[in-house]
């Protein structure tokens, strides 16, 4: 029985010094749960399409920021605005 036992203990610290080389989270910490931050989504004055703020492509006008899914769409933007 104390056989059993010992090895149990032993079955247990290995997996967690197994687990701590593989994934690096130990077992007695839980994963943090990470938000994720909603992307901001922009719309494309020329085409209405939305897209990711980040990759947009981004014109000051006059003033004001503009923000457009290609060059083309800018370039087609400037071009009905004339």
């Given at each position: 029985?104390?056989?059993?036992?010992?090895?149990?203990?032993?079955?247990?610290?290995?997996?967690?010094?197994?687990?701590?080389?593989?994934?690096?989270?130990?077992?007695?910490?839980?994963?943090?749960?990470?938000?994720?931050?909603?992307?901001e989504l922009v719309q494309d004055p020329y085409?209405?399409?939305?897209?990711?703020?980040?990759?947009?492509?981004?014109?000051?006008?006059?003033?004001?920021?503009?923000?457009?899914?290609?060059?083309?769409?800018?370039?087609?933007f400037i071009k009905k605005s004339e």
């Amino acid at each position: 029985m104390t056989r059993l036992i010992l090895f149990i203990i032993l079955f247990v610290i290995l997996y967690a010094i197994l687990r701590i080389l593989i994934q690096g989270t130990p077992l007695w910490r839980k994963k943090s749960s990470q938000k994720m931050e909603p992307e901001e989504l922009v719309q494309d004055p020329y085409c209405q399409t939305y897209i990711p703020k980040r990759s947009a492509v981004r014109k000051r006008i006059f003033g004001k920021d503009y923000y457009f899914c290609t060059q083309e769409c800018f370039e087609n933007f400037i071009k009905k605005s004339e």
